[in-house]
């Protein structure tokens, strides 16, 4: 069992590809469902602590997870109960429920036990459950100390993680052989609880993957100012988000960083001040130029947008100057270019569209030829090249102005440094999650570019 950090995430049709190479180099269905179920069966035995464990199998691979958990855990002297939702109906499950010999309780009159196993529905699941199914779930759940899902809580879909019915959160989620895509994005994420993987030996090898702890330069000896990476931030309409972002870039690690406009009284004192000009744009130190924290929307902002995308340095555009722009404009102009949309935000750039999160980054990034972070509870991260990156859950209270902007000085900071687009995101979104986690709870913007420097320090 072990943490999700930089673990593969894959859809399900991924997911039966990654099992049908395993079977391919002779590995067989039987026995991968063996080491799916006793895996579990050893995570829950150690947090069960010898309480009866009662465990709901369904009719396909999730149910044979779930006769193979039972056996595994009553050979090991478990007090542990079934309680099905009809006979199984693939050969494999048919074979888990054979080392299965005790009672099997019907679902809806399952008696409760104080830890719950949920192993009705995984990655099959193809139509929202009956409201019985989701009654005896809700019943059961509430009744348990705690539960734990199968590879994935029933009732959400794996692609999507959108609900399929309305079940209940579950205490911890057991994925099994790589992460799916519900188990981070919303709302199928809230409903997981702690996720953990488990390894079914399968070859999970995959494009998208969870974002974990960043490798970042170090200064060196031969490190200076500039050469750490310098940060230019427009300064819009609301110089307070462009200082937000400044900030931001800074306590992030950049070794310089410019304000181009006029600032506020209480602005860092590091942070260098520089008229907004042809000169002071055109300046070929700046690594990253990030534009529209707080911008504005008028047409003098719309050319002012229009003379950084001229420019040739890395850009990250964010907040209003998202507004201004279009997918063909930044394919034409290309060259570095991060986005970073919140939902509103992306919607204006890309229009509505069906798919999940995932689907529509991907597409997003492959219109513009930009790197896309599609901001929100459910962070996704996809570069032109089709490669994506997924955040972990992170602190609700990232929920508070100013939030975004400090995202955007972080990435820039990042892409000052030196990293790939892609990489310098998600960098500065794992920054972000892990300033956030520092500061804890009802912080505002301010605290939360500050901590940025702790967040940077825990990488060291
Ligand atoms: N060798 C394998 O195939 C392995 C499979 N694994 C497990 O198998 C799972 C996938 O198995 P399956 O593809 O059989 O899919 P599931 O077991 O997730 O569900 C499919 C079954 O549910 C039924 N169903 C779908 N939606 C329903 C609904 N709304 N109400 C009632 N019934 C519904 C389908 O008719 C089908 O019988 C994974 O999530 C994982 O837990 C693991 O054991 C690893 C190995
Ligand atoms: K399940």
């Known amino acids: 069992m072990r943490k999700i950090a930089g673990a593969a995430v894959l859809t399900a049709v991924e997911m039966r590809a990654a099992e049908a190479g395993a079977f391919d180099r002779g590995d067989d269905a039987v026995a991968m469902m063996q080491r799916a179920g006793h895996a579990c069966a050893a995570a829950v035995g150690r947090l069960s602590a010898g309480a009866e464990v009662l465990v709901l199998c369904g009719p396909g691979n999730n149910g044979g997870d779930g006769y193979v958990i039972a056996a595994s855990l009553a050979a090991a002297g478990q007090p542990v109960r079934v309680a099905a939702l009809g006979a199984p109906n693939t050969d494999t499950a048919v074979q888990a429920r054979t080392g299965w010999h005790r009672p ?35 019943r059961l759940g509430e009744a348990a100390r705690l539960t734990i899902a199968v590879d994935l809580p029933s009732g959400v879909d794996s692609d999507s993680g959108a609900r399929l019915g309305c079940p209940a959160p579950v205490d911890l989620t057991l994925a099994l052989g790589a992460l799916k895509p519900a188990h981070l994005l919303q709302p199928a994420a809230a409903l997981c609880g702690t996720v953990r993987l488990l390894d079914i030996g399968v070859d999970a090898s995959a494009t998208a993957q969870v974002i974990g702890p960043p490798t970042l330069p170090e200064p060196g000896p031969q490190s200076h100012k500039f050469n750490r990476g310098m940060v230019a931030v427009v300064r819009g309409r609301m110089a307070g988000a462009a200082e937000l972002c400044a900030t931001a870039a800074m306590h992030a690690g950049a070794g310089y960083v410019a304000l181009l406009g006029a600032s506020m009284p209480g602005a860092p004192h590091a942070l260098v001040r520089r008229r907004l000009d042809d000169e002071a744009l055109a300046d070929r130190r700046i690594a990253a130029l ?164 702790q967040a940077r320090a825990a990488l060291t």
């Open 104 to 138: 099997v309780e019907a679902l809806g009159e399952a008696f409760p036990a104080p830890v719950l196993v949920d192993a009705l529905f995984g990655i099959g699941i193809s139509c929202p459950l009956d409201d019985t199914v989701v009654a005896a779930l809700s």
């Open 290 to 453: 990030v534009v529209g924290p707080g911008l504005g929307r008028d047409d003098d902002m719309r050319a002012l947008v229009e003379r950084a995308l001229a420019s040739e340095h890395a850009l990250v555009i964010d907040g209003d100057a998202l507004h201004l722009v279009t997918p063909e404009q930044l394919r034409t102009r290309g060259g570095q270019i991060i986005l970073t949309p919140h939902a509103g935000e992306f919607e204006a750039l890309f229009g509505r569209s069906d798919g999940s999160k995932l689907d529509r980054a991907r597409a997003a990034a492959n219109a513009s030829g930009a790197t896309v972070v599609f901001k929100g509870p459910d962070t996704v991260i996809a570069a032109p090249d089709g490669r994506t990156r997924l955040a972990p859950a992170a602190n609700n209270w990232l929920s508070t102005a100013g939030s975004g902007d400090v995202l955007a000085g972080a990435i820039a900071s990042c892409l000052a440094a030196g990293l790939d687009p892609l990489a310098a995101a998600a960098a500065g979104v794992w920054l972000h999650g892990e300033a956030a986690r520092r500061c804890g709870a009802a912080f505002i913007a301010d605290d939360l570019a500050r901590a940025l420097t």
